[in-house]
């Protein structure tokens, strides 16, 4: 089946469903937008190319179509056979990368759960925490004033790299500069961090490139982006590749950073999660056409009209036909006059309004459009309340939905994601690294209640509280609070719940305190 979308501008955006017993595919059906599939004519007009590149592009594609004694093919194979690809030596992906942009703006829950999981594993924002090596060091020094010398060098290099990352984008920070990336991940299953170098080596310029204008090389040396007729070639983050292979000449190529959602059966690129749920999106996009040529096109009337005992004339008749036929369409609650001849003394008109649609009028196949929202979201691991506020989800539900997304989602995306740009800042230094922040399960009513309880149990030190919130350490903060006889054994008493009543305070505390609990009858919760 065919699926055309709402487009007034252009006739190509069509998706082609094929279903071959248990697959189905899911790319552009005509001519293809992606600009590195041109042709000959048009790759010619491409900048950024050195005359010994083109050079050798043709001479190499010639080979192919000659014979013995430079006699070959008259066909025009040639302008047949290069293509982008071809001549940057680049791999195609496996989806249409221009068209996948387009279904994240077109589609509404897809549009949603992306915005959900990028605004939740990156729009958090970040912070530089101590790596290992730092915590070590720091365990390792006895006196005080020099730990708190330590720590005060520590912060100053913490608050020097926030300054740094703010140069090194004028438009953009660097949370938007990931929230650009990290949408682009989850819509065509590829992003790309542009890293820029200053003369000395250094990084001076972090960015984003949007994924569709990019591509893989065959041989991993690199990508390749092609936009508004240029070609600009970048190095894999790291390499000290000075060549341009494309312009063919020395130069300091830029660098990037690729994050790609792995799929078993690409090694080059990633897919979005969408990709599972494509014939959702299909009959989804089905279902609301329908509803809107339902609109645009009905001509039924609220009401009609019958007479008996009188005839109309031919010119009355030819009037009803066509408001029935092009006046209503478009316009059903337009009104119609119908003019009726009198009463005679053998027959006596009868004038009857017979209502059609009198009651309230309500979309079709909205079960189906709810069942191919929840594959949507399914596909994407998304909790519905992250995207709005449902009807019949309770808070039990929705907590440990939260719980799930949280560590099943986002912690695990966040640690990848890390993982790639902490080689920005090995650069930098090897004292800190960055962290995302995550997504917050207690309020902070109950993570005062949870910061009091472990100072008490001595388990941090008021140092480390204020460090996690972004507050200046105390002298002496270090150490455990010394708790005196008396209130030890009662800390003692209420982690233990030794006595009757804490126990039975416990089960008597409301949801707000804690997580949330199943409605009675629906049984016990399960941890």
């Known amino acids: 089946m065919t699926v055309e979308f709402l487009d007034d501008d252009s006739k190509e955006n069509i998706i082609d469903i094929t279903?071959?017993?248990?697959?189905?595919?899911?790319?552009?059906?005509?001519?293809?937008?992606?600009?590195?599939?041109?042709?000959?004519?048009?790759?010619?007009?491409?900048?950024?190319?050195?005359?010994?590149?083109?050079?050798?592009?043709?001479?190499?594609?010639?080979?192919?179509?000659?014979?013995?004694?430079?006699?070959g093919t008259q066909q025009n194979l040639l302008a047949q056979a290069i293509t982008g690809y071809a001549m940057f030596d680049l791999i195609e992906p496996p989806y249409n990368l221009e068209y996948l942009s387009k279904v994240y703006e077109i589609s509404t829950y897809n549009y949603a759960a992306i915005n959900a999981k990028v605004a939740n594993i990156v729009g958090l924002g970040y912070d530089f925490i101590e790596t290992k090596k730092t915590n070590d060091a720091f365990d390792s020094i006895t006196d005080e004033k020099q730990l708190e010398r330590a720590?005060?060098?520590?912060?100053?290099?913490?608050?020097?790299?926030?300054?740094?990352?703010?140069?090194?984008?004028?438009?953009?920070?660097?949370?938007?500069?990931?929230?650009?990336?990290?949408t682009d991940l989850e819509a065509t299953g590829n992003g790309y961090i542009e890293v820029g170098r200053t003369t000395a080596g250094n990084i001076g310029y972090i960015g984003h490139i949007p994924s569709k204008t990019m591509r893989v090389r065959r041989l991993r040396d690199g990508f390749v982006q092609l936009l508004y007729g240029k070609a600009v070639f970048f190095n894999n983050f790291g390499d000290n590749q000075t060549e341009n292979p494309i312009a063919g000449q020395e130069d300091r190529p830029n660098e990037i950073i690729h994050l790609k959602k792995y799929t078993p059966m690409n090694n080059y690129y990633g897919i979005p999660d969408i990709i599972a749920a494509q014939v959702a999106l299909a009959?989804?996009?089905?279902?609301?056409?329908?509803?809107?040529?339902?609109?645009?096109?009905?001509?039924?009337?609220?009401?009609?009209?019958?007479?008996?005992?009188?005839?109309?004339?031919?010119?009355?008749?030819?009037?009803?036909?066509?408001?029935?036929?092009?006046?209503?369409?478009?316009?059903?609650?337009?009104?119609?006059?119908?003019?009726?001849?009198?009463?005679?003394?053998?027959?006596?008109?009868?004038?009857?309004?017979?209502?059609?649609?009198?009651?309230?009028?309500?979309?079709?196949?909205?079960?189906?459009?709810?069942?191919?929202?929840?594959?949507?979201?399914?596909?994407?691991?998304?909790?519905?309340?992250?995207?709005?506020?449902?009807?019949?989800?309770?808070?039990?539900?929705?907590?440990?939905?939260d719980k799930t997304f949280k560590e099943q989602v986002c912690r695990p995306s966040q640690m990848i994601l890390e993982k790639k740009i902490n080689r920005i800042f090995e650069e930098k230094t090897d004292a800190l690294l960055l962290k995302f922040n995550e997504l917050t399960l207690t309020d902070e009513d109950t993570q005062s209640k949870i910061d009091e309880r472990y100072l008490r149990m001595q388990v941090i030190t008021p140092n480390e509280v204020r460090i996690r919130k972004g507050m200046i350490p105390l002298e002496g903060g270090d150490e455990v609070v010394q708790l005196k006889p008396e209130a030890a054994a009662e800390e003692r008493s209420q982690a233990g719940k030794t006595r009757a009543r804490d126990s039975e305070r416990s089960a008597n505390s409301s949801d707000s305190s804690g997580e949330g609990r199943n409605a009675k009858g629906d049984g016990r919760q399960v941890d």
């Open 151 to 182: 720590r005060r060098k520590l912060n100053k290099l913490r608050q020097d790299l926030h300054s740094w990352l703010d140069t090194t984008n004028e438009e953009d920070t660097f949370t938007q500069t990931l929230i650009k990336v990290y």
């Open 283 to 401: 009959g989804n996009e089905l279902s609301g056409r329908y509803n809107i040529d339902y609109f645009e096109n009905k001509a039924v009337p609220r009401y009609i009209i019958t007479v008996k005992g009188a005839k109309l004339s031919t010119e009355s008749e030819r009037k009803l036909l066509e408001f029935f036929q092009v006046g209503l369409k478009g316009k059903n609650h337009r009104s119609l006059y119908v003019p009726l001849p009198a009463d005679s003394a053998d027959s006596k008109v009868e004038f009857k309004m017979e209502p059609i649609e009198a009651g309230s009028q309500e979309g079709s196949f909205e079960k189906y459009r709810k069942s191919n929202r929840d594959e949507i979201l399914l596909a994407h691991r998304v909790p519905i309340n992250k995207i709005g506020t449902p009807e019949g989800v309770n808070l039990a539900v929705a907590r440990d939905a």
């Open 19 to 71: 279903n071959n017993s248990d697959w189905f595919t899911f790319k552009k059906e005509q001519a293809s937008t992606d600009p590195f599939a041109a042709g000959l004519e048009d790759l010619k007009k491409v900048k950024g190319l050195g005359p010994t590149f083109k050079r050798k592009v043709s001479r190499e594609l010639s080979k192919a179509f000659s014979g013995v004694e430079n006699t």
